[in-house]
């Protein structure tokens, strides 16, 4: 009986001693949840977590919102660490409307916005009092129409976020509907033409060479997308191995893949 009682206290010895190794090993993973918005998006970020768990013991939780107004909410309340959708020029909206601060800790991509239509092959066949459906969303409204500008159908007033109240000039006669960005594509079956967001797009399975116009890396600076998170955490270390996870040929092939040639590599 003795010796009976001497193994069990020395199988409970061990198994206790297991149990707190393995709860050792578990709690030194940590878990990030990661904000992106779209499918395609939430597959390469799954992808990212992958090499995050395997190398840093990181374990990434996407969170697959539906539009752009999410996102920047949760990461606000904390429902969120970082989020992966917006460019800069959308962020510096966000962050002068909702009295944020959230900051870009690394690029990711560039997405051009461009004019698509299904009924026009080109620019010059737009006519007089067309309907272009644009993006509703203060930085998406200001995009397109400074697109539309460049393109040559219009002019606007030096307002900071100019909406379409402030075209000064419009030569055609457009008429502007304003949708929500996550509608645009699906605008064309009504509208002349749409300005579309390069994820939406893809969705839509709109290919960036069938489009009427389209900005350029070039010029499109403050419209690269980047990885945020609040200002207080910009130097978490964490964070900044799950940028530099992203930041990878793997990654660039995975956009060549989910966004078929609509999206560029920023970094």
């Given at each position: 009986?003795?010796?009976?009682?001497?193994?069990?206290?020395?199988?409970?010895?061990?198994?206790?001693?297991a149990l707190t190794?393995?709860?050792?090993?578990?709690?030194?993973?940590?878990?990030?949840?990661?904000?992106?918005?779209?499918?395609?998006?939430?597959?390469?970020?799954?992808?990212?977590?992958?090499?995050?768990?395997?190398?840093?013991?990181?374990?990434?939780?996407?969170?697959?919102?539906?539009?752009?107004?999410?996102?920047?909410?949760?990461?606000?309340?904390?429902?969120?660490?970082?989020?992966?959708?917006?460019?800069?020029?959308?962020?510096?909206?966000?962050?002068?409307?909702?009295?944020?601060?959230?900051?870009?800790?690394?690029?990711?991509?560039?997405?051009?916005?461009?004019?698509?239509?299904?009924?026009?092959?080109?620019?010059?066949?737009?006519?007089?009092?067309?309907?272009?459906?644009?993006?509703?969303?203060?930085?998406?409204?200001?995009?397109?129409?400074?697109?539309?500008?460049?393109?040559?159908?219009?002019?606007?007033?030096?307002?900071?976020?100019?909406?379409?109240?402030?075209?000064?000039?419009?030569?055609l006669g457009l008429?502007?509907?304003?949708?929500?960005?996550?509608?645009?594509?699906?605008?064309?079956?009504?509208?002349?033409?749409?300005?579309?967001?390069?994820?939406?797009?893809?969705?839509?399975?709109?290919?960036?060479?069938?489009?009427?116009?389209?900005?350029?890396?070039?010029?499109?600076?403050?419209?690269?997308?980047?990885?945020?998170?609040?200002?207080?955490?910009?130097?978490n270390a964490t964070?900044?191995?799950?940028?530099?996870?992203?930041?990878?040929?793997?990654?660039?092939?995975?956009?060549?893949?989910?966004?078929?040639?609509?999206?560029?590599?920023?970094?």
């Amino acid at each position: 009986m003795k010796k009976t009682g001497r193994l069990l206290a020395a199988l409970g010895i061990t198994l206790g001693l297991a149990l707190t190794l393995a709860g050792c090993g578990k709690s030194s993973n940590k878990t990030v949840k990661v904000g992106v918005v779209g499918d395609q998006d939430a597959a390469i970020w799954k992808a990212v977590g992958k090499e995050t768990e395997k190398k840093d013991h990181i374990t990434l939780k996407i969170v697959n919102f539906t539009d752009y107004t999410q996102p920047n909410a949760a990461l606000s309340d904390h429902s969120v660490d970082i989020n992966a959708f917006q460019s800069l020029n959308f962020q510096d909206a966000w962050n002068k409307a909702h009295h944020t601060n959230i900051v870009a800790i690394g690029n990711t991509y560039f997405q051009p916005l461009a004019l698509y239509s299904n009924k026009l092959k080109k620019l010059s066949e737009i006519k007089r009092g067309a309907q272009i459906a644009i993006p509703n969303d203060a930085a998406n409204e200001t995009r397109a129409l400074v697109l539309l500008k460049r393109a040559g159908f219009i002019k606007l007033n030096k307002a900071s976020l100019p909406t379409t109240k402030d075209v000064t000039e419009n030569r055609l006669g457009l008429k502007f509907t304003t949708v929500d960005a996550a509608q645009t594509a699906r605008s064309l079956s009504s509208a002349d033409a749409a300005v579309v967001n390069g994820n939406y797009a893809s969705a839509a399975k709109l290919s960036l060479k069938d489009a009427l116009y389209a900005e350029h890396l070039k010029t499109g600076g403050q419209y690269i997308n980047v990885v945020s998170t609040l200002k207080k955490d910009k130097n978490n270390a964490t964070y900044k191995k799950i940028v530099k996870a992203y930041q990878t040929e793997a990654t660039k092939q995975n956009l060549k893949k989910y966004y078929k040639g609509n999206t560029l590599p920023a970094w």
